[in-house]
DNA sequence: GTCCTCAGTCCCTTGAGGAGACTTACCGTA
DNA sequence: TACGGTAAGTCTCCTCAAGGGACTGAGGAC
């Protein structure tokens, strides 16, 4: 894992990359919400090492991200869940997602799709102002650095 | 940067991954679009070593994330500035955003605010179905692979 | 007792990250 | 002409993380 760390930085994306963005984990995280929860399962979909696949885990498990729920008893067995904490990353995921579909698809287009439950269409995210509801894009926004905070690096 | 390589995987995650997800690369790009330009500054504002910096803007120069701008003349002198391509994986920075207020915040509350121009209020982005508009969560949809894909590791 | 499954742990090699000195190109000033 | 400054790298060296795959431990089936 990177020797860098971006916690203490006054700036939430930062603080998330120091959570969930070190390469692997963003998958990880993908993979358990598409539904493969046990270790093997990860270590094959994803062709990572059993030694950075333990270790990725463990961090995730520590963050708050996953959780280890036993499946088994005898032998004692456990598989990998998203917490709700987890989940709500998924939605980051949305939205690279949506952004990969458009930017590195190519001409076979999206190598997935997402349905929509609710509508029952085919869908992508997009992001609105949570205030007024109108389409949000990065140009449309100013950042304002809150006063009071301890200005590490920002 | 990591040695595994996710472009190959049918998976728009993975390939965002591979274009921009090392972890100093988002960062790079957030403060290209919160104004800060020029190596010096990215490198004081970030606390980045010069010489991952420099491989780092190469690649999302390469990326076609940033361009390089001159600025100057006599002597030659150049920036870095966003491409569309950039300025959307901003939106994704967004959504990064709106997850790190809400988990990484703690008392202190989130460290910048957003105001959204059109509104004039401070905002969050909320992901929203492109279909219907209502919104939309990790846990509302399902994932459908795309048949005639190059099933490379999904 | 042997072999299997599952989830790690360990060892070794390779290669990336980081600090900071150094380089190059150009310019201003004395 | 010489010197020092600015800006954007490049280079060297050392530290430490990533990755492959063998190995381990616990429990179970036969």
Redesign the pocket.
Known sequence: ????RFGDMACSIARTMEVAG?P?SPLIIRDVWSGIH???ELRSDL??????L??R?KWLVGQGILEQRAYSE??????YVLTRKGLEFCDVLLAINAWGDRWTAGDAGPPNLLRHRACGRHTSAELRCVECGQPLHAGDVDIEPQTQQPAATR
Chains 1, 2 share one sequence.
């Open positions: 894992m990177q020797r860098t070190e692997w046990r270790f093997d062709g990572i090492s059993r030694k950075i333990t270790e885990l005898r032998p004692p067995r456990h598989e």
